[in-house]
Nanobody, 114 residues
Framework: VQLQASGGGLVQSGGSLRLSCAAS????????MGWYRQAPGKQREFVAT???????YYADSVKGRSTIAGDMAKNTVYLQMNSLKPEDTAVYYCKVRTTHYHYWGQGTLVTVSS
């Protein structure tokens, strides 16, 4: 199973980015697909998740500024981030959970300049 994340980059404060993550390989019974991030010198933290039932959950730090969406038929999850702040700067990782396993993507760097 491979998770390919894309969409990171350099953006000015107040700007927007859309991250994508596509899972390929023998992956079955996905329960949720989500995003985490890790800023320099900090622990990895939860950002948002999309469940197979269509529910969405967000960290307080991004709630109201971000929208997560998933396409379970394509094993793909998206994260639209708006009104970006310098404190959103981090490596963003996608994570896919199935009934028995979880998988991590390689990360995509988001840098927000002030």
């Amino acid at each position: 199973v491979q998770l390919q994340a894309s969409g990171g980059g350099l953006v000015q404060s107040g700007g927007s980015l859309r991250l994508s993550c596509a899972a390929s390989g023998s992956i079955f019974s996905i329960s949720d697909m989500g995003w985490y991030r890790q800023a320099p010198g900090k622990q990895r933290e939860f950002v948002a998740t999309f469940t197979s039932g269509g529910s969405t959950y967000y960290a307080d730090s991004v709630k109201g500024r971000s929208t997560i969406a998933g396409d379970m038929a394509k094993n793909t999850v998206y994260l639209q981030m708006n009104s970006l702040k310098p404190e959103d700067t981090a490596v963003y990782y996608c994570k896919v959970r199935t009934t028995h396993y979880h998988y991590w993507g390689q990360g995509t760097l988001v840098t927000v300049s002030s």
